[in-house]
């Protein structure tokens, strides 16, 4: 059983009693971060169970961009859902503070969602109409050449009511992939992957000031990105590539396949 984000931080620690079963059967429970690992742990699923297995992008489709000047206006972008885990409406706010200390700004917020009304009516109250803009949903494709004219990527993560938050954002390892400076907060798996000042930057979630001094100090000290990026990038290829953990994913089900006495005949193919 693969654990993956909300179904260990919203749905098992809701009703944990619908997994005790599961975790006193299954032979093993693979997890996409540690601290899933670590939730698990909690819900009752024995330790030596688990196996952190990550989830990988296909490096392939995102080339490195070298360090490059930054574009004035400065161009920020938010990708994913309009959902409550994913907090844009602390990204806004952290906009508003760098118009106001007089930063020329352009912030595309890509994606859709239940959340969106609400951040554009955040948007108007905050007086930003001229520089967010809301692209909707957009497919991947479009993704990549989204995160080639960018300047800077804000996944703004947080710990929704409910408890539900990150494993760890494919949009993050996408972005330092292709070269991208990228800011993320400290929830989930989110520290597993950023190491803040070596390879990006992670700040402390619900924060608007603490993004938008993250963002200062980008444009601050270009002196540092060269290294920072492209420590980055070896990070992603090193823990992230797709066709390993599919490898290693194929492994971990051919061995308890195999244990079972099936003799699988079919090729396996996984997608994340």
Same mark, same amino acid.
């Given at each position: 059983?693969?654990?993956?984000?909300?179904?260990?931080?919203?749905?098992?620690?809701?009703?944990?009693?619908?997994?005790?079963?599961?975790?006193?059967?299954?032979?093993?429970?693979?997890?996409?971060?540690?601290?899933?690992?670590?939730?698990?742990?909690?819900?009752?699923?024995?330790?030596?169970?688990?196996?952190?297995?990550?989830?990988?992008?296909?490096?392939?489709?995102?080339?490195?961009?070298?360090?490059?000047?930054?574009?004035?206006?400065?161009?920020?972008?938010?990708?994913?859902?309009?959902?409550?885990?994913?907090?844009?409406?602390?990204?806004?706010?952290?906009?508003?503070?760098?118009?106001?200390?007089?930063?020329?700004?352009?912030?595309?917020?890509?994606?859709?969602?239940?959340?969106?009304? %609400?951040?554009?009516?955040?948007?108007?109250?905050?007086?930003?109409?001229?520089?967010?803009?809301?692209?909707?949903?957009?497919?991947?494709?479009?993704?990549?050449?989204?995160?080639?004219?960018?300047?800077?990527?804000?996944?703004?993560?947080?710990?929704?009511?409910?408890?539900?938050?990150?494993?760890?954002?494919?949009?993050?390892?996408?972005?330092?992939?292709?070269?991208?400076?990228?800011?993320?907060?400290?929830?989930?798996?989110?520290?597993?992957?950023?190491?803040?000042?070596?390879?990006?930057?992670?700040?402390?979630?619900?924060?608007?000031?603490?993004?938008?001094?993250?963002?200062?100090?980008?444009?601050?000290?270009?002196?540092? %990105?060269?290294?920072?990026?492209?420590?980055?990038?070896?990070?992603?290829?090193?823990?992230?590539?797709?066709?390993?953990?599919?490898?290693?994913?194929?492994?971990?089900?051919?061995?308890?396949?195999?244990?079972?006495?099936?003799?699988?005949?079919?090729?396996?193919?996984?997608?994340?």
């Amino acid at each position: 059983t693969s654990f993956r984000g909300a179904d260990a931080t919203r749905i098992a620690s809701r009703k944990p009693e619908n997994f005790r079963t599961l975790f006193a059967t299954g032979d093993r429970f693979l997890a996409v971060s540690f601290s899933i690992r670590d939730q698990l742990v909690q819900l009752g699923c024995p330790a030596e169970k688990i196996n952190v297995l990550r989830s990988g992008i296909d490096l392939s489709r995102f080339s490195y961009r070298e360090p490059r000047g930054l574009h004035s206006p400065l161009r920020l972008v938010t990708i994913g859902r309009l959902g409550p885990t994913k907090g844009h409406k602390y990204a806004l706010e952290a906009v508003r503070s760098l118009v106001d200390s007089g930063l020329s700004i352009e912030y595309r917020i890509i994606g859709d969602g239940t959340l969106r009304e %609400m951040l554009e009516e955040q948007t108007s109250r905050l007086e930003l109409d001229s520089v967010v803009t809301f692209d909707g949903a957009v497919d991947s494709d479009r993704v990549i050449e989204i995160l080639r004219d960018a300047d800077i990527l804000i996944a703004p993560s947080v710990v929704a009511p409910t408890g539900q938050t990150e494993g760890v954002p494919n949009v993050l390892k996408e972005a330092m992939a292709s070269g991208v400076p990228a800011i993320g907060t400290n929830v989930g798996g989110v520290a597993e992957l950023i190491d803040h000042g070596k390879n990006g930057f992670v700040v402390p979630q619900k924060d608007p000031n603490a993004i938008a001094n993250c963002v200062r100090d980008i444009v601050m000290h270009p002196e540092k %990105m060269p290294d920072i990026l492209g420590q980055a990038r070896q990070s992603v290829e090193e823990h992230y590539d797709l066709q390993v953990l599919n490898a290693d994913l194929e492994k971990v089900y051919l061995h308890y396949a195999g244990s079972t006495g099936w003799n699988p005949t079919v090729r396996w193919c996984y997608t994340w």
